[in-house]
């Protein structure tokens, strides 16, 4: 077997090193009624590289895959194109098999990446820290929740009707379990976001407020406002992005108040995946730094004065705290984080700018041609790279028959929110600088053909 | 017994030794080369992605948010991104580079045909919202993977979306509030032996449950006894780590899930070292309920610094109803369905709810199905059973010079676990750990578990040559040897490494989590 070094010879030597006569009579402690004697059933015998490769390949071409058809999905998952120095980079082994940097002495290379990573996340963010990334965009907004909790000591978090669905339902399955209360808006297909109706929710109960900024329906809330709302009860603004690259020609949530910023990496450097693994990031404000969950890498010096990095404030952590930690998490996305963070290197500030103004600008043109198309609507007045749109029936119908006319032209409000009869007819259309002026015109095209 | 260096030539350490004392300009020595951040780099004017002009878009639909200036973020051209990655990367150790003993971890060889099937576009470029007709291929990965899980556990079902070890414990032991609420028989306490990894009773407690500790026996085993006297209506259940994190065998747990399925509880099962026992005996016999598969561990997805890890999680038929949403199964024409909230209602109605957003860790899906076939039925018990060979090699080669607490305990499973006693007076643990850095090696897993004092969990894996063991035995035997005697040098190692022993006290003091100018 191509993966294992041990020749017989070796296993024999080895057990008469050990006393054994053989390996079966090393798992002697199992007891002999629950010792497998026969193989796994069904699976077959080891396979060679060619055949395996065949075998998932078979599997891989049964897929439409984004880059071949037109496409137009986005909902917290987002396709942009990743120089190819990215994934060069970090299939590099001392990245790729390296662990966790807990001895720093021969880990500085992760370490300085991470701490580069949260440096570009706060400054990103506008916030004033950064932690070494969670597992994605809802399990960090979550935990952002949790923290807000443990913060004010207050239990009832109040979440926009514009946060992605399936990070709601994320908080909600937790939430049942901790006790705490979440009040969630009611999503509504229309031009602007609830801010009235979010700000009515706040009381003196209140842990926190959470706005996603672009939201679900790519609307951009007001998050000073909300902010002020927030904090004049003593309640803390989470803001969550799901869209990182808006950030580029957007105002950093941290800037607008928020005091804690959460978000899902996946747009730079990670790729779709079908949805993991992806990257969470997470930022807040320095105040809370010891309420931060997960790993946070920090500067210090090593015994000849030189600079280094470590992993720090252990204390919050499991393998510390035990039962008392802040968080049970443990892995966090390093190599997610390590391809966010080239990426992001390799655009720069100018660069990211110019990202975002495409992806913007490809948006407009695609509102603007679905505009033109009888019985479509587009919902919005302001928004980034997604929209939504109003059609004359149930989308998911509308997507599926897209689809067999081979475009992925959006995702139907009816697969985010199947209870929500009311926004059965609605879609949300993401456009990104990988999109061209043909895949739109083909839109419209395949559109026109479904509602004719 | 040291191959590589068949003339016995050792570099010299410590203050005043040559090596140390040539100064360079640069700071950088020869091969060894420092780097600069990318703030002190960069500039946001700088990039190395060229764009179409963007000066002339219309920038008004983004509304009042809108921002003025662009990011304050340092870009490289694309020569000097490579370089300053590839300077950082030398600065790391890595399976690829050496034998990673990290007990507990599962440092083993990570196959590059892993690599190469999880950017196949077909699961690389698949949008997680996509038709579920245009996705059947990588909806085919996850119920593959799912079977072969169920297969090798002997379990009922699977809930895959958990994201890692940790996230998967969260999952079944929220299965397990779930499953005793819909009988309406709230109970509040987990049971967890005080060998349990740290992320047990940080899990238990972020679930809402009391958590108590179970003591060990002096063979380093669950106490079953105290653990049957302590049962009762308020048990929720119990979480064991199997094999534990001494390394051996929990030979009483099916006695154990007996008397806990009697008192109505349920079992959770840490399964962080279930890469010791694939293939020769499945969890669903000893009656576990729920455990949680790291396929960073057992089936070799990449640790990449730290993440990302995968962490389905089996479940007995007990539990299997309330396992979180998405869910795959096969339909009776082959083609494989996705339930998600539109149709748990009818399908799935007692799911406890969602873990994350998504389908979990697909790359890492595919990585392991990969992994799993390539072994095949055959190659995954010669897994674990070179895996349980290694360790005792280890253990047998080593217990002459260093401690073994529980070596009279009969054969370990996949790590050999030793402690201080009888290093010299001041001298501990992590200073035989800083040694084995300069010897070229990560060091093993150090003060863990916590019941053995000054702990060493090494755990060599399957993957390293009988060659590569007797180079590292030789290693551990010099440095144990120079621990006992009291060799001062070795209480300022590494001499070697990119960076001396760093200063995590003042990291800790006056917290430096970002740059400033």
Redesign the interface.
């Known amino acids: 077997m191509r993966y294992l070094p041990l020749t017989d010879a070796d296993r024999s030597a080895m057990l008469s090193v050990i006393g054994a006569g053989s390996i079966d009579e090393l798992f002697a402690d199992v007891p002999a009624e629950a010792r497998l004697t026969a193989p796994i059933s069904g699976l077959p015998k080891h396979a060679t590289e060619m055949a395996v490769e065949r075998h998932m390949a078979r599997l891989s071409a049964n897929n439409t895959t984004a880059g071949s058809v037109p496409f137009f999905l986005g909902a917290g998952a987002y396709r942009h194109h990743v120089p190819a120095t990215v994934d060069h980079m970090i299939q590099r082994g001392e990245f790729l098999t390296a662990y966790t940097p807990y001895q720093p002495e021969i880990a500085q290379g992760t370490l300085q990446v991470l701490f580069e990573f949260q440096t570009q996340v706060a400054r990103l963010f506008g916030t004033d820290v950064a932690n070494a990334s969670l597992y994605d965009g809802s399990t960090a907004c979550w935990e952002a929740i949790a923290m807000a909790g443990r913060i004010t000591k207050r239990g009832r978090a109040v979440l926009s009707g514009g946060v992605h669905p399936h990070y709601v339902e994320t908080a909600r399955t937790m939430a049942k379990f901790t006790g705490d209360v979440l009040d969630t808006c009611a999503p509504v297909l229309e031009a602007s976001a609830d801010e009235d109706a979010l700000i009515a929710k706040i009381d003196a109960q209140t842990s926190c407020v959470v706005v996603q900024y672009p939201d679900i329906l790519g609307r951009i809330p007001d998050l000073a406002r909300i902010a002020q709302a927030a904090q004049a009860a003593g309640a803390l603004l989470i803001a969550v992005v799901t869209e990182p690259v808006a950030l580029g020609v957007l105002q950093s949530p941290g800037s607008l108040g928020a005091d804690i910023v959460v978000g899902e990496g996946q747009s730079l450097g990670v790729g779709l995946q079908f949805g993991g693994p992806y990257l969470g990031l997470f930022g807040c404000r320095e105040k809370y730094l010891r309420q931060i969950p997960g790993r946070l890498c920090g500067e210090t010096v090593d015994a000849d004065g030189k600079r280094g990095f470590v992993l720090t404030l252990s204390t919050r952590e499991q393998h510390i705290r035990r039962e008392k930690a802040t968080s049970n998490i443990c892995t966090n996305s390093g190599l997610c984080a390590l391809a966010f963070s080239i990426h992001m290197t390799l655009l720069g500030g100018s660069g990211l700018s110019n990202m975002a103004r495409l992806s913007h600008h490809a948006a407009r043109k695609t509102a603007a041609a679905l505009a033109e198309v009888p019985g479509v609507t587009v919902v919005n007045n302001h928004y980034f790279n997604e929209f939504a749109v109003t059609l004359p029936r149930d989308a998911r119908q509308i997507v599926r028959e897209m689809a067999d006319r081979q475009v992925l032209g959006g995702i139907s409000l009816g697969r985010l929110y199947p209870q929500e009869d009311a926004l059965a007819n609605g879609m949300v259309v993401a456009a990104t600088e990988c999109t061209t002026d043909e895949d739109i015109a083909a839109l419209v095209a395949a559109l026109k053909e479904v509602l004719a | 017994m040291n191959a590589i260096n068949p003339n016995g030539w050792r570099p010299s350490m410590g203050e005043g030794a040559p090596d140390n004392a040539i100064q360079t300009f640069t ?1 950088n020595r020869a091969l060894q080369l420092e ?1 600069a ?3 002190e780099l ?8 060229d ?2 002009e ?1 000066g002339g ?3 008004s ?7 003025a200036e ?7 051209s ?1 020569p000097e ?2 370089r ?3 300077r ?10 050496g034998l ?1 003993p ?1 007990g507990s ?1 599962t ?1 083993k ?3 590059r ?1 892993d ?3 999880a ?13 579920v ?6 909806l ?2 996850i119920n ?1 993977l799912a079977h ?1 899980l169920i ?2 556990t002997g379990m009922h079902g699977v809930a895959m979306t958990p ?5 998967g ?2 999952c079944g032991l ?1 299965c397990i ?1 779930a499953a005793l609420e819909a009988k309406g028989d709230p109970r509040d306490v987990i049971l967890v032996p005080e060998s349990a ?3 047990n ?8 449950f009391k ?1 108590e500790n179970i003591p060990a026996t002096p063979d380093g085993r669950v106490d079953t006894a105290a653990l049957i006297a302590r049962l009762g209506p308020d048990v929720a259940g119990v979480m064991i780590t199997n094999p534990n994190t001494c390394g ?2 929990e ?1 009483d747990l ?1 006695t154990i899930a007996d008397a806990v399925h009697a008192a109505g509880g349920y079992v959770y099962c840490d399964g962080a070292n279930f890469n010791a ?1 694939v ?4 969890p669903g ?2 009656g576990v309920d729920a455990m949680h598969i790291n396929l ?1 561990k057992t089936f070799s997805t ?9 962490g389905p999680v089996v479940l007995s038929e007990a539990l299997s109803p309330f396992g ?2 998405p869910f795959t199964a096969r339909q009776a024409d082959g083609s494989i369905k996705l339930i ?3 149709q748990a209602h009818d399908e799935h109605p007692q799911a ?13 899906y ?1 990585r392991a ?2 992994y ?12 674990s ?2 895996a ?3 360790a ?2 280890v ?3 080593l217990e002459d010079v260093l401690d073994a607490p529980f070596g009279a305990s ?2 370990c499973m996949h790590e050999a676990l030793f402690s201080d006693d009888g290093f010299a007076e001041g001298f501990s643990t992590n200073d035989l ?2 040694g084995l ?1 300069d010897e070229g090696y ?2 093993m897993t150090v003060y ?1 578990p916590l019941v053995v004092h000054g702990a060493m969990l090494v755990e060599p894996t ?5 060659a ?1 063991l007797d180079q590292f035995i030789g290693a551990m035997r010099s440095l144990a040897e120079r621990a006992r005697a009291g060799d001062e040098l070795l209480k ?1 190692a ?1 001499h070697l ?8 006290t ?3 003091r006056k ?5 400033k100018d």
């Not at chain 2, 662009?70 to 490289?76: F, K």
Request: a neutral charge; one cysteine or more.
């Open positions: 700071g780097e951040l990318i703030f960069g500039d946001a004017d700088r990039s190395g992605v764009f179409p963007t878009i219309d920038m639909a983004l509304g009042p948010m809108a921002r662009r990011p304050e973020l340092p870009g490289l694309e991104t490579v300053h990655y590839t950082l990367s030398r600065q790391n150790y890595a399976i690829d580079l990673f990290l971890c440092m060889h990570n196959p045909l690599e190469k099937v950017r196949m576009p077909g699961f690389a470029d698949v949008h997680p919202l996509q038709p007709h245009t996705v059947q291929g990588a085919g990965v593959e072969w297969e090798l994201k890692a070890g940790a996230h414990e969260l929220l509030r990894h740290g992320t009773p940080a899990t238990a407690a972020f679930a809402g958590v051996l065998f030979r099916k026992i293939g020769r005996v499945r016999d000893l960073h990449p640790h990449g610094g730290g993440g990302p890890g995968s979180p949403l998600e909230e539109e406890f709810g969602r873990m994350c957003a998504f389908h979990g860790q697909m790359g890492m595919t199905l990969a799993i076939l390539s072994h095949g039925a055959d190659g995954l018990r010669q897994v059973g070179d349980v060979l290694n005792n090699y253990l047998r080669s009969g054969p750990a800083k850095i990560h060091p863990f399957e993957t390293e040559s009988r590569g300022s590494p490494a990119p960076r001396r022993r760093l200063d995590e003042l990291a800790a917290p430096k989590l970002v740059y």
